[in-house]
């Protein structure tokens, strides 16, 4: 099975600053990722597919970026509702398809 | 409006069925791949098991084969999750999930299925 390491596990950050979250394959996965939110209490949402695209009404804030086994979502100017927890997915060739344990994100 | 609304959970006993239903709307159903997704209390998100659009293809997580079938009705737009021989670690809320390019781009609301006796 694919192996997905997500870091940080949590992270503080203020309102208007950019954040960047790391997700790391444990083998290449060929851009096939995407990235969740997910609000307390609420169903995940689709960020982003393919590495870098963005999902429809998505705020162009968000965006994605990597390739081989290292991704990142960064987060353009933060806003309180930003406020969530983020995953990532590998949807690479065939399953299990896995997630990466999740960041916290709070605003400081 | 895409709309996925799971129905089916509560509380079983070990060892015991559930059987998990998932009504879409807004959408061709017969169109797309889902998936079943599950997120234990306070924990992450795991991917149960997915069918093709038409039902052909079905895969799961090695640790539901053989206990747990997905199905589905195009007829009546509705995903099925029989879960047979569940488990304490089964306890999760369940969302039924639309595929897109290997994503999944819509998710119900869940439901909460404890396996306790």
């Known amino acids: 099975d694919i192996q997905m390491t997500q870091s940080p596990a949590s992270l503080s950050a203020s309102l208007g600053e950019t954040v960047t979250i790391e997700c790391l394959a444990s083998?290449?996965?060929?851009?096939?990722l995407a990235w969740y939110q997910q609000k307390p209490g609420k169903s995940p949402q689709l960020l982003i597919y393919?590495?870098?695209s963005l999902n429809d009404g998505v705020p162009s804030r968000f965006s994605g970026s990597g390739s081989g086994t290292q991704y990142s979502l960064k987060i353009n100017s933060l806003q309180s509702e930003d406020v969530s927890i983020y995953f990532c997915?590998?949807?690479?060739?065939?399953?299990?398809?896995?997630f990466g344990g999740g960041t916290k994100l709070e605003l400081k | 409006e895409v709309q996925l609304v799971e129905s089916g959970g509560g509380l079983v006993q070990p060892g015991r069925s559930m059987k998990l239903s998932c009504a879409a709307s807004?959408?061709?159903?017969?169109?797309?791949?889902m998936a079943w997704v599950r997120q234990a209390p306070t924990k992450g998100l795991e991917w149960v098991a997915t069918?093709?659009?038409?039902?052909?293809?079905?895969y799961y997580r090695d640790s539901v084969k053989g206990r747990f079938t997905i199905s589905r009705d195009n007829a009546k737009s509705t995903l099925y999750l029989q879960m047979n021989s569940l488990r304490s670690e089964d306890t999760a809320t369940y969302y039924c999930?639309?595929?897109?390019?290997?994503?999944?781009?819509?998710w119900g609301q869940g439901v909460m299925v404890t396996v306790s006796s």
């Open positions: 083998e290449d996965i060929y851009s096939n």
């Open positions: 997915q590998q949807n690479y060739d065939s399953p299990p398809w896995t």
């Open positions: 807004g959408f061709t159903f017969s169109n797309y791949g």
């Open positions: 393919y590495a870098n």
């Open positions: 999930t639309r595929e897109l390019m290997g994503a999944w781009d819509y």
């Open positions: 069918i093709s659009y038409d039902g052909s293809s079905t």
